[in-house]
């Protein structure tokens, strides 16, 4: 069966041919319509020349907590990718968790894969988030939440579960086509959060379009408090409608059709920090501040002389688009941070990428995806 015959019905056809395989006890049949619907969010990015990197000064405050790594606007070619119009979910994890336990065992899968729950105590630290503990990746309310309190290595078996897994299915119909999903590069998931599709669009500072503003367009993202210069406080945590992370897609896309590219969780990416980027920031960082000695400047400089011994063992991995519980900064489109890969967070999740090889673009079609 070839790719062009499949295409316009693929997705009824995928679901049709994959339901006997549940009816025999070969898989579920929620987990069908769930690999369904992870192939219908992949969204078509096109082959583009573009920019990336920090294109606006930033002034760190004293209620920033980490360190965000700028880098210097270069142009860059992006290959065409399909990317997800979200971040990954707690379903989306559940089986792939229940996959696992069968492969492993449930006392080692449990160890090694069942995300760390008990991130909502660690970092927010106050008795009521406890039944966050036990509920948010264990209850079924929660099934379209993204799923956080894993790391990067974590996220990188997940991609790697999730190609060996589709590819099953692709394979038990003939259907001649390997995909392979995967964490996106900093240049491609700068590109689908900015929306330069050419040269000579304009530039998204944040995920959505300049003539939009947070405090004025009934919030455009799930983000943390947001205090001026004075130090009042303009935004809170449950003023964009959710105290902590959403269920993904609840606020409005981009124009590539992509949810919470900015905002709710912050997502890891397949690239590291270098040294370079790390000793260049904090130079360009020093010579700026020169006259200042207070204390969050010295904090990020010496934030940075620590992440460089991590950075030489490949350690340190991009994260970006800003959560819930940062301020809006977070959310720039060429603002970074760098986190040990090891790193477990009530704060960060991913989402996937496949890379374009022949037929994926007519399997995976262009039409967007809507909650």
Excluded at 105 to 127: C, F, H, N, Q
Excluded at 180 to 190: A, G, I, T
Excluded at 240 to 268: C, I, Q, R, T
């Amino acid at each position: 069966m070839t790719i062009k015959n499949v295409t316009k019905y693929r997705y009824i056809f995928l679901f049709l041919t994959l339901l006997p395989l549940a009816l025999h006890g070969q898989i579920e049949k929620e987990e069908v319509e769930v690999i369904q619907n992870i192939l219908k969010k992949m969204q078509f990015m096109e082959e583009v020349e573009t920019t990336i990197g920090q294109m606006w000064p930033f002034v760190p405050t004293k209620n920033d907590s980490t360190m965000l790594s700028f880098y210097d606007v270069k142009e860059t070619k992006i290959e065409s990718f399909h990317i997800s119009a979200t971040e990954v979910t707690n379903l989306e994890w559940w089986f792939f968790y229940k996959a696992m336990v069968e492969k492993h065992g449930e006392i080692s899968a449990r160890e090694k894969y069942y995300p760390d729950t008990l991130v909502w105590v660690k970092e927010i630290g106050y008795s009521y988030h406890e039944p966050y503990t036990t509920n948010y990746f264990h209850s079924e309310k929660y099934n379209d939440y993204p799923i956080v309190g894993i790391n990067w290595n974590q996220a990188q078996e997940y991609c790697q579960w999730l190609t060996i897994r589709i590819n099953e299915f692709l394979e038990y119909e003939g259907i001649d086509l390997k995909l392979n999903f995967r964490l996106p590069s900093n240049p491609e998931w700068e590109y689908a959060v900015t929306c330069i599709a050419d040269k000579s669009d304009n530039r998204h500072l944040y995920g959505w379009p300049h003539h939009l503003k947070w405090h004025e367009d009934n919030y455009l993202a799930n983000y943390g408090n947001v205090i001026d210069v004075n130090g009042i406080q303009l935004k809170d945590l449950a003023s964009d409608g959710h105290f902590y992370a959403a269920p993904v897609g609840s606020y409005a896309p981009n124009k590539f059709g992509l949810y919470d590219m900015s905002g709710n969780v912050s997502e890891w990416l397949a690239d590291g920090l270098t040294q370079i980027d790390i000793e260049s920031q904090l130079e360009s960082f020093r010579l700026e501040n020169l006259s200042d000695t207070s204390y969050y400047i010295q904090k990020y400089i010496e934030r940075g002389k620590r992440d460089i011994e991590l950075v030489s063992r490949g350690d340190i991995k991009i994260v970006k688009g800003g959560s819930w519980n940062n301020s809006i900064i977070y959310m720039m489109a060429g603002n970074r941070e760098g986190y040990d890969k090891n790193t477990k967070s009530s704060r960060i999740g991913f989402r996937t990428v496949v890379s374009i090889i022949e037929g994926s673009e007519n399997f995976l079609g262009k039409k967007k995806w809507k909650p």
